[in-house]
């Protein structure tokens, strides 16, 4: 007689816990919120309503895929679209138009998620699809930075005034033959960048914020400290040799932790269940490779910044990653 029964497994991660995936996300959430209040205190309104804008639409589309070609239930309760509309619009300029916003959530929503199958099949962080796909077809928009108007300085009702990002004014500046110390002369002092007042991605600017955020996840054990410590010491180490070897040619390691997304890169996308390795050393690995190439683009590539595009291709190699890294098993004679 046959046996007509089947085992479903549900996409990664498979992990047994009190954690759900709800409380996972909200706490997610709750670690945003530092980041979130510097972006409204540096860009005001628009922050808010670029937020609310990626938000609603990753919540819209997650809800019309899934209906018409899914049908899973729950989903929109499971929080990952929330999640993903807030990274995105966290990597996004507070100026853009609000229809490439709803643009970039579909691309999120439709290609770097349900395009696989869901939550826990996607190799590819979903708000990262998002925002490269923004930046390739709508380079000039994505790279219109309003510069920071505090909120009690008039910046929350006042126009907006554009201007470059610290790592655009450094590409510029070394690519037509300025030296490091006329570069830096341009630049606002380090502790501006610590605390935000530069321009940038929304939820970008705030070092302290995000590294208060990051605390907050490594103390609720949503993240390991694992691929935040590979990325961003391994981008400061590799930085530091170039400096060291050529001081007036390439920024400090200071500089580049500091500056761009390479703190929320390393804290809040990299470190994505799904779609980073499982055990301690692919972690390590992983980071490693996101610090490394970040570094490369940023000083030998066409982009000033390389956060997303070396998350997304390690991303890629996670599979090989895992593959590499298994942890030893139990009861397997010798």
Request: aromatic residues 12%; hydrophobic residues 55%.
């Amino acid at each position: 007689m046959a046996n007509n029964n089947k085992w479903v497994i549900s996409g990664a991660p498979h992990v047994h816990g009190p954690e759900s995936v709800t409380k996972i996300m909200w706490g997610v959430v709750i670690a945003l919120i530092p980041a979130f209040l510097v972006s409204f205190y540096f860009f005001g309104l628009r922050a808010l309503l670029v937020t609310f804008v990626t938000v609603v639409s990753c919540l819209f589309f997650e809800v019309l895929i899934n209906a018409l070609f899914f049908k899973r239930p729950g989903t929109l309760r499971d929080g990952s679209a929330m999640i993903t509309g807030l990274l995105l619009a966290l990597n996004l300029p507070a100026g853009i138009p609000l229809w490439m916003a709803a643009v970039g959530a579909l691309i999120a929503i439709g290609i770097g998620k349900w395009a696989y199958g869901g939550l826990g099949s996607n190799p590819f962080n979903p708000a990262l699809v998002g925002r490269v796909f923004l930046l390739i077809s709508f380079p000039v928009a994505m790279t219109t930075w309003t510069l920071p108007r505090p909120l009690f300085g008039g910046g929350f009702l006042a126009d907006a005034v554009t201007g470059p990002t610290p790592l655009a004014i450094a590409k510029e500046g070394l690519k037509a033959g300025q030296s490091v110390g006329d570069v830096m002369s341009q630049l606002p002092a380090y502790s501006d960048l610590f605390f935000g007042n530069m321009a940038g991605s929304i939820g970008e600017i705030s070092a302290i914020a995000l590294l208060i955020g990051g605390i907050y996840m490594l103390c609720r054990k949503i993240i390991t400290w694992h691929i935040p410590v590979a990325f961003l010491g391994s981008a400061f180490v590799f930085a530091g040799i170039l400096w060291c070897c050529a001081p007036d040619k390439f920024m400090d390691p200071v500089f580049h932790l500091l500056t761009g997304g390479m703190m929320l890169g390393a804290i809040f996308m990299a470190t994505d269940m799904v779609t980073s390795p499982m055990t301690a050393g692919g972690k390590l690995l992983f980071g490693c490779g996101c610090g490394v190439l970040t570094i490369l683009i940023r000083t030998f590539g066409a982009y000033p910044e390389g956060v997303s595009f070396a998350i997304l291709i390690m991303n890629a190699f996670v599979p090989l990653i895992n593959r590499a890294c298994k942890p030893e098993r139990f009861a397997l004679a010798k």
